[in-house]
């Protein structure tokens, strides 16, 4: 069966420090691969996604980037914090299934607070 | 734009109290429609997906249906486990990405 982590599960890092999240999936080859921060009490905001290695599609314009070093492992990173990046991130994958849809799996997220 | 508007933000029910949550959309070319459970500070778990009109799925308390303009989430004879929010995503033709709603957060008072 197909199992996703992230690493680490809690972070609290300073305004204008780097940052780097991973996912990693198992159980699974050549899977889309998403990036998705949801600000408390409100919805999923997809902020990258990647449908193989070194392909990344990027959302919405900000400090943070993505990168897929390999089929299964997807990371987040930021050169410099902004108060604003705290949040929950979430890392997700995907096959696709019937009627071409994509049924989406989600990782148990990362909670972010930048200070 | 696409869209997806669900309602209420929030529901607070007795245990035994059945109800339904709503999701609406406006999309060009639907491709299917998920429904995803969220517990605090856990990561979405997947419930549903419908793809055509008149589709139905159930899950223990659960059931799922879908219209050409919304789905609705029933919830028959709920307990207090069944307390968590509740998301909708839809897909488009030729995408592979989700567009969300921002969920129903459903409290189940035992």
């Known amino acids: 069966s197909q199992t996703i982590h992230q690493w680490p599960a809690t972070l609290v890092q300073p305004v204008g420090s780097p940052l780097s999240l991973e996912c990693t999936v198992e159980g699974t080859s050549n899977p889309n691969l998403y990036w998705y921060r949801q600000a408390a009490g409100r919805g999923l905001q997809l902020l990258f996604y990647s449908v193989g290695i070194g392909q990344i599609s990027s959302e919405v314009p900000q400090n943070l980037s993505a990168s897929r070093p390999q089929d299964r492992q997807f990371i987040l990173s930021s050169k410099k914090l902004l108060l604003s990046d705290s949040g929950f991130y979430l890392c997700a994958w995907s096959v696709l299934g019937g009627h071409g849809s994509q049924t989406q799996y989600f990782g148990p997220g990362t909670r972010l607070l930048v200070l | 734009e696409d869209q997806v508007t669900q309602s209420p933000e929030a529901l607070r029910l007795q245990e035994g109290e059945s109800s339904s949550l709503n999701c609406s959309y406006t999309?060009?070319?639907?491709?299917?429609l998920f429904w995803y459970r969220q517990d605090p500070g856990k990561g979405p778990e997947f419930l549903f997906t419908?793809?055509?009109a008149g589709e139905e799925k159930e899950k223990e308390r659960l059931k799922a249906t879908l219209t050409k303009k919304e789905s609705f989430l029933h919830i028959t004879a709920p307990k207090p486990e069944d307390s968590a929010t509740y998301l909708c995503a839809v897909t488009i033709q030729g995408a592979q990405k989700l567009v969300f709603g921002q969920g129903t957060r459903l409290t189940i008072n035992p």
């Open positions: 419908l793809y055509s």
């Open positions: 999309v060009s070319g639907l491709r299917g």
